[in-house]
C-alpha cells in the first residue's frame, strides 16, 4: 500500500492531509506554536506558554536565532523542519512514501534550500515543495478537471492576504509576481470585532489598557471574538462572552454586523488582485477563476464581493482553510502511485528474496511519547528516485484531472465569461516548481522579488526576507533539547 502527505505550516493555522491508495484521508488542523517540552517530542499547540516558540514560518533561511524563555537558540528552518515533523507524526504519516510541503509564494531559492537541509537534519523522508498558489490550484484542478487558462489565487489568511496569478496548462506557472498585503487578514479582522464588542457594552472608556488583569482579559477576549467570526461564516448570529475586571457580561454579534466591519477591507482587497494581474500582464476578462483559500475566505461576503467586482466566476471549497493542504496532499498522493508503478515496472520477473533493497537506519524524529509507536524505517535510495520521477507525472495527472479523490470545491459564480474554466499550477520536478530554474515553491518573474503591498497603492515593499529578527540573547548553553527536537 502507498502512502502520502500534504502539508502546510501556516503562522496562525497548520494542517496535514495524508492519503491510502483509497484516497485522501481527513485533515488534521494544529496550532502554529511549537512545544518544545524537556524530554518529550516537539507538539503544535495553539497558545503561548512555557518551552513554545512560534513566529517561526517567516524566519527560514534567517541566520538571526529565535530564543526561548529558557535561553535556548533555534533557527527558523529548525523550528519549520520539526513542526513539519510533528504534524505528520499527528496525521500518522511522518514516513509517508511521498511528502509535499505547500510553502509560502515568495519563499526564494536560498529560503528552500534552508528548509531542506534542516528537513535532512530531523531525518524526514525526502520532501517535494511546491508554492502555495501551485498546490491550491492542484485542489481546483481535481474538482474542475482539464484546466487551460488563467487563474488567481486569493489567499486570505491569519497573518496576511496572499494573491497569485497562475497560468495553467501542460506546464502551469506562477506569472508575474506574487503580492501580500498584512493590512488585510484574518488578526486584523478580529481587531476590528474586538474593538466592535467593547463598544457595544459601554466598556471602551471602562477599561484600564495597561491593567495586567485587563491585559490579560483582553486577550482571552480577542481569541473569542475570532472564535466569534468564524462562527458567523455558518451562523447568522453568535453570543461573545465578556469577562473583564469591572465588566462581566455577554454581547450579541450577527453576521450583518460583521460584514459592515469588513466590507470596506474586504473592497479594497480587490485592488491587490487588479495589481497582481497587471504584473503579470494579465487582462481580467482573461481570467478563468478566482480561488479563494485560507481561513478567512469562509466568510461569505469575501465571495460576494470578489463575484460582484471582478465579475468572475469564483471557486471556494467548504473548508478553504484546508485548500492549499490537499492540494499539496494530491499531488503527493499521484506521485506515491506513480511511484509505486515505477519500482513494480524494474523489478526483475524473477526476483528472489536477496534482491530485495534493505532500508536505511531508523528515522532520529520519534513520534511524541503520548502514543506508542514502532519507529518507521527510511526511505529506500531507489524509492526515493522513483517519488522524485513521479511527481512530474502527478503534476500532469493533476492538470489533466487524473485523479479519483475529491476536495468538494464549489462554485459562486458571477457573469461567467464563454471559457469559465479554471487553471492549475504545480512542480515538475521535487526539485523545481517555478519558471526560470526557481526551486520547489519559490514564485520568481522578471520583475524580481515579491511585493508587499498596501492595497490601492503601487509601493514595492520587501523583497520577501524576514526583516523583523529576534534578538540572541545571552550566550547561555542551551538546555538538553526534546528528542526529535530541532538542534539548538
Given at each position: ?5 500534504g502539508l502546510k505550516i501556516g ?92 510553502c509560502p509564494n515568495e519563499w ?192 461569505p461576503l469575501v465571495s460576494e ?184
Amino acid at each position: 500500500m502507498t502512502t502520502s502527505l500534504g502539508l502546510k505550516i501556516g503562522s496562525t493555522t497548520c494542517v496535514a492531509v495524508p492519503g491510502t491508495d483509497g484516497g485522501l484521508g481527513a485533515a488534521v488542523v494544529r496550532g502554529p506554536i511549537l512545544e518544545l517540552a524537556p524530554d518529550a517530542s516537539p507538539e503544535l499547540v495553539d497558545r503561548p506558554g512555557p518551552y513554545r516558540v512560534g513566529g517561526f514560518t517567516e524566519r527560514v533561511g534567517d541566520p538571526v536565532a529565535l530564543v526561548t524563555d529558557d535561553g535556548r537558540q533555534y533557527t527558523g528552518e529548525d523550528l519549520y523542519a520539526a513542526a513539519m515533523a510533528a504534524l505528520a507524526a499527528d496525521a500518522g504519516a511522518w514516513d509517508a512514501d511521498a511528502i509535499v510541503l505547500a510553502c509560502p509564494n515568495e519563499w526564494q531559492d536560498y529560503t528552500v534550500e534552508a528548509l531542506r537541509a534542516a528537513a535532512a537534519r530531523q531525518d524526514m523522508p525526502e520532501v517535494t515543495v511546491v508554492s502555495e498558489a501551485i498546490a491550491a490550484v492542484a485542489a481546483l484542478a481535481e474538482h474542475k478537471g482539464q484546466l487551460d487558462g488563467v487563474t488567481v489565487v486569493y489567499d486570505l489568511g491569519g497573518s496576511s492576504l496572499d494573491v497569485a496569478v497562475v497560468r495553467t496548462g501542460a506546464d502551469p506557472v506562477v506569472i508575474g509576481r506574487p503580492l501580500k498585503s498584512e493590512e488585510i487578514s484574518g488578526a486584523q479582522f478580529d481587531h476590528l470585532v474586538l474593538g466592535h464588542v467593547l463598544e457595544s457594552v459601554g466598556a471602551t472608556d471602562a477599561i484600564d489598557p495597561f491593567d495586567a488583569a485587563t491585559m490579560e482579559g483582553l486577550a482571552e477576549l480577542r481569541v473569542r471574538c475570532a472564535a466569534a467570526r468564524e462562527a458567523l461564516s455558518s451562523d447568522t448570529e453568535t453570543v461573545v462572552s465578556i469577562d473583564l475586571p469591572g465588566i462581566r457580561t455577554e454581547a450579541r454579534l450577527v453576521r450583518s454586523e460583521l460584514e459592515d466591519l469588513l466590507r470596506a477591507p474586504l473592497a479594497s482587497s480587490m485592488a491587490l488582485v487588479i495589481e497582481a494581474l497587471q504584473l503579470a500582464d494579465i487582462e481580467l476578462g482573461a481570467v478563468s477563476t478566482i480561488l479563494l483559500t485560507g481561513g478567512g475566505s469562509a466568510t461569505p461576503l469575501v465571495s460576494e464581493l470578489a463575484s460582484s467586482m471582478l465579475r468572475i466566476p469564483v471557486a471556494v471549497n467548504n473548508d478553504p482553510a484546508t485548500t492549499t493542504a490537499t492540494g499539496a496532499a494530491l499531488i503527493a498522493h499521484t506521485a506515491a502511485k506513480a511511484a509505486a508503478a515505477a519500482s513494480v515496472a524494474v523489478v526483475p520477473a524473477h526476483a528472489s528474496a536477496s534482491d530485495e533493497v534493505v532500508p536505511a537506519g531508523a528515522h532520529a524524529l520519534t513520534p511524541a511519547p503520548r502514543t506508542v509507536k514502532v519507529e518507521p524505517a527510511s526511505m529506500s535510495r531507489g524509492k526515493r528516485t522513483a517519488i522524485v520521477v513521479g511527481v512530474a507525472a502527478a503534476i500532469a495527472l493533476l492538470t489533466a484531472g487524473g485523479l479519483s479523490v475529491g476536495t468538494a470545491l464549489t462554485d459562486d459564480e458571477g457573469p461567467k465569461p464563454a471559457a469559465a474554466e479554471s487553471s492549475v499550477t504545480s512542480s515538475p520536478t521535487a526539485s523545481s516548481t517555478a519558471p526560470d530554474g526557481s526551486p520547489a515553491g519559490s514564485s520568481t518573474d522578471t520583475n524580481g522579488g515579491t511585493g508587499s503591498r498596501t492595497p490601492g497603492t503601487v509601493t514595492t515593499g520587501a523583497d520577501g526576507r524576514p526583516t523583523t529578527v529576534a534578538p540572541r540573547g545571552g550566550t547561555a548553553a542551551p538546555a538538553p533539547a526534546a528528542p526529535g527536537a530541532p538542534t539548538a
